[in-house]
């Protein structure tokens, strides 16, 4: 199967600092990659969707001066964390799938973020 | 949206039993995965299945997308096999995953 790489795979800051994250996908393309989050013992949320060389699409609720989504190339999009606060300590997990087609989406290992 | 139920929540097993995992969606759908999250977190892709029967080892998967649901067998379960599995499904024309509640499984020896 493809390969998608997050780093880090954990990450500490300071409230009101803000932390990037990088997902990448390593032997395929992706015009498009979605960036998700979850909570202890709960599902995943899609929180955006990465469209390269355009503005992310934001789900109803997130906040997009808070979770800001580069997509710069067809293999990195990063999710950068704003001034953040204890209440965005969470698990982050993103996803590509390759760009030729509607096929299986891969995740990439996840990078759980814990602010103090 | 399209809503996404599985069951049972939490399964507990002997090593060795067999289980059957449910996911129910509302809606039609295009794509249909199943993932393992280990205990790092970690979604490991186990069947890419929009429709139909695949069977990888000890694991199987069947959907029904005209009854709107997917079925996971597992086999001979391992204490590996620990873990929340979840489906996903991506509706009409788009492209989106939309996750299921999840079934946390704990095989016991």
């Known amino acids: 199967g493809a390969v998608v790489s997050q780093h880090p795979s954990w990450v500490i800051c300071k409230s009101g600092t803000s932390v990037k994250i990088e997902c990448r996908s390593l032997?395929?393309?992706?015009?498009?990659m979605f960036w998700y989050r979850q909570f202890p013992k709960q599902s995943l949320m899609l929180m955006a969707t990465?469209?390269?060389?355009?503005?992310?699409?934001?789900e109803q609720g997130v906040e997009k001066d808070k979770f800001l989504i580069n997509h710069a190339s067809l293999t990195l999009s990063t999710l950068t964390v704003t001034s953040a606060h204890p209440e965005d300590s969470s698990f982050y997990i993103c996803?590509?799938?390759?760009?030729?087609?509607?096929?299986?989406?891969?995740f990439g290992q996840g990078t759980r973020l814990t602010v103090v | 949206g399209i809503q996404v139920e599985q069951s049972p929540p939490d399964l507990i097993l002997q090593e060795g039993a067999n289980s059957t995992l449910r996911c129910n969606f509302s809606?039609?759908?295009?794509?249909l995965q199943w993932f393992h999250q280990n205990p790092w977190g970690q979604l490991i892709n186990l069947f890419y299945?929009?429709?139909g029967t695949k069977q990888n080892g000890r694991l199987s998967a069947t959907t029904v997308a005209t009854e709107r649901y997917s079925l996971l067998y597992i086999s001979s379960s391992q204490t590996t096999d620990s873990g929340v599995y979840f489906c996903a499904v991506v509706t009409g024309g788009g492209n989106k995953l939309t996750f299921g509640t999840g079934t946390q499984l704990k095989v016991e020896l």
């Open positions: 990465s469209n390269e060389g355009s503005k992310a699409t934001y």
């Open positions: 996803s590509a799938r390759d760009y030729r087609g509607n096929t299986e989406a891969f």
């Open positions: 809606d039609s759908v295009n794509n």
């Open positions: 299945i929009p429709s």
């Open positions: 032997d395929f393309q992706a015009t498009t």
